[in-house]
């Protein structure tokens, strides 16, 4: 599978696709207040199919609800029954149940196997109008879903999933595996001495986003000033999110070049979030890693990820010896057994690049997106 964007050209015919946005909004609200009622009334989990029977049903009596393509709204039925069985899967774990969603915040919409048709070129023929977009690469493969998202700055792009079979086979080129290392202070240590700075872009911009969030307070709410000053909140979100994507693809692009097979190590990340917060989300180690998982199958390299309880840092990368304690407030320590000096995360980026290697002369190589727990 490969997902394709696409940006559609700015129009006044823009404002039926985001109508029908707002429509799958009130729908899916809808269905999450049948399903509150009927678990209150029944004590059982309200059936997927019926409830897709009975949004049909209303559809016929409510022409808003109407703008809005039959599969988009058997797709907004299936997330939810996906989401319910998740909770009803991971509750213990503290997860939540799908709840309401303010309409106007309501993002996308998505249509399978019809309702939409490409005329050639950059046209797109959605319902029953014609849009253009930037055709900015071509439609290879045969086309799964096709999925309308609003960004907060009220633009709209086309998302779409083909199914791709070009697959390349596993190729080295340079011969070398590397080993990498996870840190607050340095976003990646490389197990050839080499170490990979952040450049932490959402501290950088903080000042903004401070002034923006003040300018944004002070403006008296629905007012056109309030919503001027919340475009310019946005803007400055999605030029931190953009740049940190650019500086995502060149490193991968970089990394890919240099080494054949990359091996990190698996990280609790919400933990990690929980113990230092802004400073994890503004290195966002999992966007990375899943550009780096597609720059490598597009090259022919490999990700692998070992064991999440693997004792990198407190295993010696000389002698193998494995100490039982070591703080986090410690970047150094010595050896009792061959009294080398190891610094923590040049150490434990030897050990990744140790176990990765012999995962992969096993064969034990892992591909899924889901290694990291997010």
Not at 156 to 165: A, E, H, R
Not at 194 to 216: D, G, T
């Amino acid at each position: 599978m490969k997902t394709l964007k696409f940006k559609l050209y700015q129009h006044k015919r823009n404002k039926f696709l985001k109508a029908s946005i707002n429509a799958a909004g009130v729908i899916y609200n809808h269905c999450i207040a049948l399903h509150k009622r009927y678990y209150r009334m029944w004590g059982k989990h309200l059936n997927c199919a019926k409830l897709q029977a009975h949004i049909a049903k209303h559809r016929l009596r409510k022409e808003f609800w109407q703008s809005v393509g039959s599969q988009a709204v058997q797709d907004i039925c299936q997330r939810i029954e996906k989401a319910y069985q998740l909770f009803f899967k991971h509750n213990k774990n503290g997860c939540c149940p799908p709840g309401f969603k303010k309409v106007k915040k309501y993002k996308s919409f998505t249509l399978k196997q019809a309702g939409y048709k490409f005329l050639g070129g950059n046209r797109v023929k959605i319902g029953s109008r014609v849009y253009q977009y930037w055709n900015s690469r071509e439609i290879e493969g045969k086309i799964k879903t096709l999925t309308i998202k609003r960004t907060p700055l009220g633009e709209l792009f086309m998302v779409i999933v083909v199914d791709s079979t070009d697959e390349p086979e596993i190729k080295f080129t340079t011969g070398k595996i590397a080993g990498f290392d996870f840190g607050l202070k340095t976003f990646l240590t490389c197990s050839d001495g080499s170490k990979i700075e952040s450049p932490q872009f959402f501290k950088q911009s903080l000042n903004v986003i401070k002034i923006a969030n003040r300018y944004q307070s002070k403006k008296l709410k629905g007012s056109s000033n309030r919503e001027r000053a919340r475009k310019n909140l946005v803007r400055a979100h999605e030029d931190i999110a953009n740049r940190r994507t650019d500086w995502f693809w060149k490193l991968a692009h970089d990394l890919t070049d240099r080494f054949d097979v990359l091996c990190f190590e698996t990280l609790n990340l919400k933990g990690m979030k929980r113990l230092w917060g802004r400073k994890v989300s503004d290195l966002a180690l999992r966007d990375f890693l899943d550009i780096l998982e597609w720059q490598a199958l597009k090259k022919g390299k490999q990700v692998v990820y070992i064991d999440q309880w693997y004792p990198s840092s407190k295993t010696c990368s000389c002698c193998g010896h494995v100490i039982d304690t070591l703080d986090l407030s410690v970047r150094e320590w010595r050896c009792p057994s061959c009294q080398s000096v190891n610094g923590r995360d040049d150490n434990a980026s030897k050990n990744i690049q140790a176990v990765g290697a012999s995962m992969v002369r096993l064969g034990d190589v892992s591909r899924a997106t889901s290694a990291i727990a997010v």
